[in-house]
T-cell receptor
Framework: DQQVKQNSPSLSVQEGRISILNCDYT??????FLWYKKYPAEGPTFLIS?????DKNEDGRFTVFLNKSAKHLSLHIVPSQPGDSAVYFC??????????????FGTGTLLAVQP | NAGVTQTPKFRILKIGQSMTLQCTQD?????MYWYRQDPGMGLKLIYY???????DKGEVPNGYNVSRSTTEDFPLRLELAAPSQTSVYFC??????????????FGEGSRLTVL
């Protein structure tokens, strides 16, 4: 039972265009969400997060949008760069910043940014 | 900065063999974790530790053991390896145990194949 779903295993985007990575969740108790980025042969690294009291959080080229009613969040990368090519994992936790050992990860989306 | 270091990076085991995946971090983090990632699946927590001498089971602990004798080290022991343990293993650490303040720092991963 996958509580955090990333239904697109892969996404290909042209350099300079917008990349939109989607994540859906089923547990209404989730109230804190994170995105991690993973390059091949490396461990995931934290990218950006959002709490349920917000519907948008922005950090440079990266913006995460949260739609609580739809239990959906998305990561926007604008403009996309070849160096953004990586696997992106969505993760969720409950009880506002609940314990890190309760993080639930999605299956990841492989983003390929074409030059 | 070394961060989180895992060894070995690759290993092939025969069914029934045992081995230890080593993990060490130099950030003085109290919290440490072991995850596994299977193809097409999200990261699953195997075991975690909130400090030296304290460990607890995660979502998928069967077939594994851990110890935490020092703050720096958190080895993962596989006893009687089985093909179902073929996976990529990630060690991680965090300063805080709360998702909204405890960014996870991951090692590069250890790819284990059991034949």
């Amino acid at each position: 039972d996958q509580q955090v779903k990333q239904n697109s295993p892969s996404l290909s985007v042209q350099e300079g265009r917008i990349s939109i990575l989607n994540c859906d969740y089923t547990n209404s108790m989730f109230d804190y969400f994170l995105w991690y980025k993973k390059y091949p042969a490396e461990g995931p690294t934290f990218l950006i997060s959002i709490s349920s009291i917000k519907d948008k959080n922005e950090d440079g080229r990266f913006t995460v949008f949260l739609n609580k009613s739809a239990k959906h969040l998305s990561l926007h990368i604008v403009p996309s760069q070849p160096g953004d090519s990586a696997v992106y994992f969505c993760a969720a936790s409950a009880r506002y910043g609940g314990a890190t050992n309760k993080l639930i990860f999605g299956t990841g989306t492989l983003l390929a940014v074409q030059p | 900065n070394a961060g989180v270091t895992q060894t070995p990076k690759f290993r092939i085991l025969k069914i029934g063999q045992s081995m230890t995946l080593q993990c060490t971090q130099d950030m003085n983090h109290n919290y440490m974790y072991w995850y596994r990632q299977d193809p097409g699946m999200g990261l699953k927590l195997i075991y975690y530790s909130v400090g030296a001498g304290i460990t607890d089971k995660g979502e998928v602990p069967n077939g594994y053991n851990v110890s935490r004798s020092t703050t720096e080290d958190f080895p993962l022991r596989l006893e009687l390896a089985a093909p179902s343990q073929t996976s990529v293993y990630f060690c991680a650490s965090s300063l805080s145990g709360r998702a909204n303040t405890g960014e996870l720092f991951f090692g590069e991963g250890s790819r284990l194949t059991v034949l």
